[in-house]
């Protein structure tokens, strides 16, 4: 590392999700599907739901709060605030813009990403390149969804998936060797209409027809995505490590984006590790989407799964499509 760059890694973690539980009996009783159903192809079992009166912000802004706690800093110190949601708050101004109001985060720039499930990795790679050069040095990095805003839930085929949640981490200055080692970001937008909202954009304005047509909700085409993740989880993972010269047997953990066991399963296998070294959440959130990585990571560091020094491989895909790895030494 040369002498003019600095090392960036996370130095606080939070994450917040909605009380309300919707337990897989809630779906038997409006669709036909079962809990044995549902858990053998997802593994999921119960998701969150905010409240009707809650937006993104607002659960986004209790997860930065807890955060900026854990690292002891105050939204004072903040320089920027990214944050990774596909469900914004309104087109403008950005969620990002409407947390720093909260928080009274005055000195921090502000802007939204949108890389759907991988827009947490997206972050901390951006993130870090800042705090690198020395141009920024506390940043705010917010993974956040309200996924049943935009879920069909007389669609069973996407209705089961999906909740609602933040998380969020500080990356800062650390000491040398330590910190995010290496991030690997890619995209293929030929896949874009594989998962989508299609309407409520400059393309498609909402209007009584799309309304009527629920183009408002969230579409995929399960079984091509299903395909995608298979193949792109273990290989971007396996990129990131090259990237700083490791090899998947030095990972100590891994954290993957939270859409499916039986994907999470897949990319384990590749990577030839066991299954006590990866962690696990999808059974209690459902897929949250850009929030997913962040909450498991706040979950594994407030139950002492990280320790100093271990490597620790953080991997996920979305729409877009999307995927993106990092690798960091843990502080």
């Known amino acids: ?44 079992k119960e998701r969150r739901k905010v409240k009707p009166e ?29 944050v990774a949601t596909v469900t914004s708050d309104m087109s403008f101004p950005s969620t990002a813009c409407i947390i720093q109001k909260n928080i009274g985060a005055e000195k921090a720039a502000a802007f939204d990403i949108s890389a759907a499930c991988s827009g947490f990795i997206y972050g901390l790679s951006i993130a870090s390149q800042f705090v690198k050069s020395g141009s920024k040095k506390n940043i705010l990095v917010i993974g956040a969804e309200t996924l049943s805003k935009i879920t069909d839930y007389d669609d069973r085929n996407t209705c089961i998936l999906f909740g609602d949640g933040a998380g969020a981490a500080i990356v800062s200055c650390v000491e040398e060797g330590f910190g995010i080692l290496s991030a690997y970001l890619g995209s293929d937008g030929r896949g874009g209409d594989l998962l989508k909202l299609p309407a409520g954009g400059s393309r498609m304005p909402a209007s009584r027809e799309t309304i009527a047509n629920s183009q408002h909700f969230i579409k995929m085409d399960g079984s091509e995505v299903f395909k995608f993740a298979i193949k792109i989880m273990g290989e ?73 020094g271990d490597v620790v491989v953080l991997v996920g895909f979305g729409g877009g499509l999307t995927w993106g790895s990092a690798v960091m030494k843990w502080t």
């Not at 809650?54 to 105050?74: N, R, V």
Request: glycine share 4%; proline share 2%.
């Open 1 to 44: 590392m040369s002498n003019d760059t600095k090392a960036a890694g996370i130095i606080g973690t939070g994450s917040y999700v909605p009380e309300t539980i919707l337990k897989n009996s809630y779906f038997e009783e409006k669709l036909d599907t079962n809990d044995e159903w549902i858990v053998s192809r997802t593994g999921i």
């Open 54 to 82: 809650m937006a993104t912000s607002d659960i986004a802004t209790y997860a930065a709060l807890k955060a900026i706690e854990d690292a002891k800093l105050t939204p004072m110190d903040l320089d920027m605030i990214i």
């Open 236 to 308: 971007a993972a396996e990129k990131a490590l090259s990237l700083c010269g490791m090899e998947k047997e030095d990972i100590d953990y891994l954290i993957p984006h939270q859409a499916n066991i039986r994907i999470i399963e897949s990319a384990t296998k590749r990577l030839k590790i066991s299954k006590d070294k990866v962690f696990v959440n999808v059974d209690k959130y459902g897929n949250m989407s850009a929030a997913s990585i962040a909450v498991a990571l706040d979950e594994a560091k407030r139950t002492n799964k990280l320790n100093k």
